[in-house]
């Protein structure tokens, strides 16, 4: 157990992208190649030997896309998550004291930048990018690879914060080993990140009580077409043992391709045409989610432009047999939606019919995102050039 | 915990059908829809939080499809038990005393009214109509909706009898709090319903005990096409944790799934053509099957018109490491398949070659039960004319 | 439990295949057609009631498939598993004594004879042919009928050895209650096939120890086509509850199915094409992989014939959360795959770049199994003519 101490964190720089980047390796393994394995043995260069990088490989299924073949927005959130969950729950426990798992907090914005198809290959890879006392930042990338033509391109970045759990006590949480910075402006700007995303989870913290949809009354009259109402949906899902693979706890993955499954479908009653998720608003994972919890998820339009929907998507947990213990607001987030012909190019989006004062509030609201993620795009577009 | 039982239970009208019905909620969640909600908090209506309606949506993946697009009745069966186990489950707990679960004892009769396709999304409500001292009745709507085209039809309706069982003791059934009826005819009818169906249980409780057909030997020549022996087949499946989420037993679901699924081999192996299931004659639940059982399911023709074949289903379980406790009976029922040509109409059905007496009486018993229930449906129509 | 000892084994004849061979059946289960089942009655013709034989029929999914419709063949190792698994499991709890859990630990060399597509039914047969004091041999036979054609064809055969492992101790191995024999030359045959495989274990666990392959690092140029660094591929999988049915150990089939998943990647990587699994060489299960460990799969391509590739897997496992316990070598095995074309005829395969002594070496003793099997195969079809 000692020796685990002296584990040094490592410097991670993300891998650069190649014209043709094979990324299937894993650097948390033992590196020398030809002579014999031995358990336990320390590398000489530290570096090797610690698990703050991971990249996997999945094919993508028929169940895993729509139905003219596009692969689901919330199956690369799961992929992400996954690798996240791993390489984090893996670093944490490098150090001495209880057990832990890393339980995610909080994925920051992220953008599906092109869509992968079905029998393509998902690159997954997965790093420790900054670690706090009690946290630590994931950054994972998403390459998809057309296997027969050889093609690769980018499919999704993503930055996850996670939390280390002690096994023991779940709400206790654990301290996260440092890791090794390249240079000090890499752990500056890491620690930018951090204290922004602190502030922001604090803030949307107020915002999370925010009630329900009003269930619509089944004797009222049908919702007018192109209305909030019209193509606002909710699902349910049991939570079983699939879902906690290593916790009792909801993977957050899980949470997050429900909540883009139910967003999907509001998008697809709103415009009748195929629809992909174009980018996911920073998530905040409030309260866990345990294992036999029934969880419902709603959807509902909250502003479209030309080209885009944005839908803000609601998670309630409640246990089934003791539901008078309260139903509470686990997740929320908004998600964006575009519709596209039959060659994949965007197409316009019905206009939103709004009905009443707080739907034409959550109409601003989105709008206000919606400009300032465009001047955003803008200016991130110009610092690039 | 006082607060529960002073829940009043509700009156549910079943929701109407509209022509662009819009059936996406949830009436047991809370409905301030402006003010921030309150953890525990009763509502004024009491109505309003009874847990006696709830409805889901799911889209249909190519998984839950034969070959040519066609969602398998099996899957549709999935979904309405998950849907009826929910809500009464639920219900049940709104009780004082132990947490209990509730576990499927009968579905009614139920027809397949119009094929489901992959992407289409299903609409599932679920509504307590019944409670007698320790049994609920359920009646759950499956809409299937193109979100392509808008357009949406009613796939099925079923009714499901469920027991709550003590969440400590599996074997002790709790009371089933009441419900409040719009009107005495309603609950007067209710009562007829439960009456019948209990009537009708402890009725095939008789029949329960038949024997397994007998296993073909290796060594005989192979069957002619077109008798049972030839498309009776058998499968085997594990019982596995995602097969019992809420309980150590596997969900009415799991097992109605195997049974459509065990069925469509026998009729498509008969028919040598696309397949459906047209209907489902009442099934009746009769012992619970574990976690880590083998479940073995066996389906054969029992009688074959014009246009529908009937196959018999057998499930027996026993438990793979202590098999000397035997095998035994715990479901059995008759499925109806058709056959479809490529534009989705009916095609004749090649008749049944009977072999021997024993199949000749199960013929009839089938010829039976199809005349019955041909005249039923005609009274129907008048009726409703 | 007394009764159980009585319970003679007895002598298994293959079934015979025939042209339109019914298969759908179940030895184990009681045979007396038309009279009511008691339970634990045991069978006059003790060899009817044994569990030494079984078969199990399912249909293939689209998620079961790569692009073009082929079955993978990972699904069909699954199957073969849980076939050979329920077999053996439930013929060693018919002792006296702790229950038990029959564990993979060898399945021998098999070929994929021919190929398996979407919506075909596959009809697995497994029956144990030998039992040695500890470990059993069981032949499963896998065959795929189009059931709108009714035409059957051979897909795989397979011979697998299980132990009996206490399910009160996971290290204490049982016994296994013999069989009888149809003659002593099929009891002799048997013998020299328990030898044979002992002798090649022994033999493979002195190498069961070497490396993974060197990660690549992220900072090198990107690899030549057609080195086996290009199409190296490494997947990460999370052992979940759905891995583990019966055990808190992943099931032998699983490993098989990942292993052949990542072997696929490689294959399809090398040729842009679509590939199928051709054969899988003798497989050694060293070490049990449990429940929330990681498993890291790794596939690399070590030799290369005009028309097939072979393609090296190290199955490696360690828990997420003790990662400082170490890494170890769970499996490993030679997969070989072929490239085909659109009407499913072999192409020819791309010649690999062999860089460095190691990957030399690697790429003779693959050519030395590649002209043995060549070999084996000619003198097969001598014997048989």
Redesign the interface.
């Known amino acids: 157990?000692a020796?685990?101490s002296d584990r040094a964190a490592e410097s991670c720089?993300p891998?650069?992208r190649?014209?043709?980047?094979?990324?299937?390796?894993?650097?948390?393994?033992?590196?020398?190649?030809?002579?014999?394995?031995r358990?336990?043995k320390t590398s000489e260069n530290a570096s090797e030997t610690t698990?703050s990088f991971?990249?996997?490989?999945?094919?993508m299924?028929?169940?895993d896309a729509?139905?003219v073949g596009n692969v689901h927005g919330g199956i690369i959130l799961k992929l992400i998550e996954?690798?996240g969950c791993?390489v984090s729950?893996?670093h944490c426990?490098?150090q001495n004291g209880d057990?832990?798992?890393a339980v995610l907090v909080r994925v920051e914005k992220t953008e599906f930048l092109s869509p992968v198809f079905?029998?393509e290959?998902a690159h997954v890879t997965a790093e420790i990018t900054y670690t706090s006392k009690h946290s630590l930042e994931v950054q994972v990338k998403v390459m998809a690879?057309n296997?027969?033509?050889?093609a690769k391109k980018l499919a999704n970045k993503a930055a996850l914060w996670y939390v280390p759990c002690s096994?023991q006590n779940v709400d206790k949480i654990m301290e996260v080993p440092p890791i090794k910075y390249a240079n000090e402006d890499q752990e500056e700007e890491g620690k930018k990140r951090y204290e922004a995303q602190k502030m922001e989870r604090l803030d949307t913290k107020a915002r999370i009580?925010?009630?329900?949809?009003?269930?619509?009354n089944?004797?009222d009259?049908?919702?007018e077409?192109c209305t909030v109402?019209?193509s606002?949906?909710?699902?349910?899902h049991?939570?079983?043992?699939?879902d906690c693979?290593?916790h009792q706890y909801v993977h957050g993955g899980v949470t997050m391709k429900l909540m883009d499954?139910?967003a999907?479908?509001v998008a697809?009653?709103h415009c009748?045409?195929?629809v992909v998720t174009a980018s996911v608003d920073a998530i905040n994972f409030h309260r866990k989610i345990k294992k036999?919890c029934?969880v419902?998820v709603?959807g509902r339009l909250t502003f479209v432009s030309n080209k885009s929907m944005e839908i803000e998507v609601l998670v309630?947990a409640s246990s089934?047999?003791?539901?008078?213990?309260?139903?509470?607001?686990a997740v929320s987030a908004f998600f964006t939606f575009i519709s596209l012909d039959k060659f994949n190019k965007p197409l316009p989006v019905p206009p939103l019919k709004i009905e009443g004062e707080?739907e034409q509030r959550r109409f601003e609201e989105g709008k206000a995102r919606y400009l300032q993620n465009k001047a955003k795009r803008l200016t991130d577009k110009e610092r690039q050039q």
Chains 1, 2, 3 share one sequence.
């Open positions: 157990m020796e685990d720089q891998p650069k190649h014209k043709s980047y094979v990324c299937l390796y894993f650097r948390g393994c033992k590196s020398e190649s030809d002579s014999t394995t358990r336990g698990g991971m990249e996997n490989v999945k094919i299924r028929p169940d729509n139905i996954e690798a791993i729950t893996r426990n490098t057990r832990c798992l079905i029998g290959v690879e296997i027969l033509t050889g096994l009580e925010e009630a329900v949809p009003p269930p619509p089944p004797e009259p049908p919702k077409q109402g019209f606002q949906s909710t699902l349910i049991l939570v079983g043992p699939s693979i290593l499954e139910v999907g479908i697809a009653r009748n045409t195929n036999g029934v419902t709603t309630d089934l047999t003791e539901e008078e213990k309260g139903k509470y607001r707080e």
